[in-house]
């Protein structure tokens, strides 16, 4: 087994968000990181152009990576611009196949806003395909064999975009690099103006924590914690490989209301 964990979410700072503290964690634990945001956030300002928002997120983004020691991945197209097409899907595999993880963390695939489900989709089709030697990846790459798990975020206000709860099959206890996570988020300085416009986020880095001490208390167990679901394992690997599980078992818990159904 590899033992490289691949976060890859749709925009700069939506790794920071929603998985920074488990990502931070399997760094702790030994984890090879590597790091991607498919759009550039090239959308994400209210004063700037294109050129040089992308130019600013960009920079914010590999000091996020480069503050959790991971490998940083070039985004491959602008926001908004996130479809489910053959041709992104290319790109994105073989970047997937040159990885090659074992953990692999990505969005819900139920959220507010498309380029985050799509950001998902995506990347469990590059992951599906990553062996299979008649896909054509773009650069071309040649297909790898190793397991990999497939776990999802709890998206972002832990609702799906009919306003249904979203609850995770288990938590990981993220209390003790807080800190860090507060850190790695803050990196992208270019974000607090922009969502306090745009989205009313009084206080960009308080909704994180509060959404953080939200999903904490959802199991009642953790002051902060981070909510995942792991995905159905055929296609990926065996069906009790389980490495986020493992890596991390003494900072995780089981959702007692909410496990998933046995794997088939």
């Known amino acids: 087994m590899s033992n490289v964990a691949f976060a890859v979410a749709a925009h700069p700072d939506d790794i920071e968000f929603m998985m920074g503290g488990t990502f931070l964690l399997l760094g702790r634990a030994g984890w090879r990181l590597h790091y991607m945001n498919i759009a550039n956030g090239s959308c994400g300002t209210a004063s700037m152009g294109r050129e040089e928002i992308v130019a600013v997120r960009t920079r914010e983004a590999r000091a996020a990576a480069a503050f959790a020691s991971a490998t940083f991945h070039p985004p491959l197209v602008d926001d908004i611009e996130i479809y489910y097409e053959r041709a992104l899907l290319a790109r994105l595999a073989a970047v997937m196949r ?4 074992a953990i692999l963390l990505l969005p819900s695939p139920q959220d507010y806003m498309e380029d985050h489900m799509n950001a998902a989709r995506l990347a469990v089709t590059a992951a599906f ?7 054509a990846t773009d650069p071309p790459a040649p297909p790898v064999e190793t397991e990999l798990a497939v776990y999802h975020a709890m998206p972002y206000g832990l609702t799906g975009p009919l306003r249904e709860l979203i609850a995770p099959h288990f938590f990981v206890n993220i209390t003790d690099v807080l800190a860090d996570k507060r850190r790695m988020l803050a990196c992208h300085r270019s974000q607090k ?29 953790f002051a902060f914690a981070e909510g995942w679901r792991r995905r159905m394992h055929l296609g990926f690997g065996g069906e009790g490989f389980d490495p986020l599980k493992d ?6 818990l089981e959702s007692k209301e909410n496990k998933p159904c046995p794997d088939r």
Do not use: H, T
């Open 98 to 101: 040159e990885v090659d993880p």
């Open 247 to 252: 890596a991390l078992a003494e900072m995780i």
């Open 193 to 221: 103006e922009w969502l306090d416009v745009s989205q009313g986020l009084d206080s960009y880095l308080r909704a994180m924590e509060e959404q953080s001490a939200a999903v904490g208390r959802m199991l009642g167990k």
């Open 129 to 135: 395909c990553r062996g299979m030697r008649n896909f």
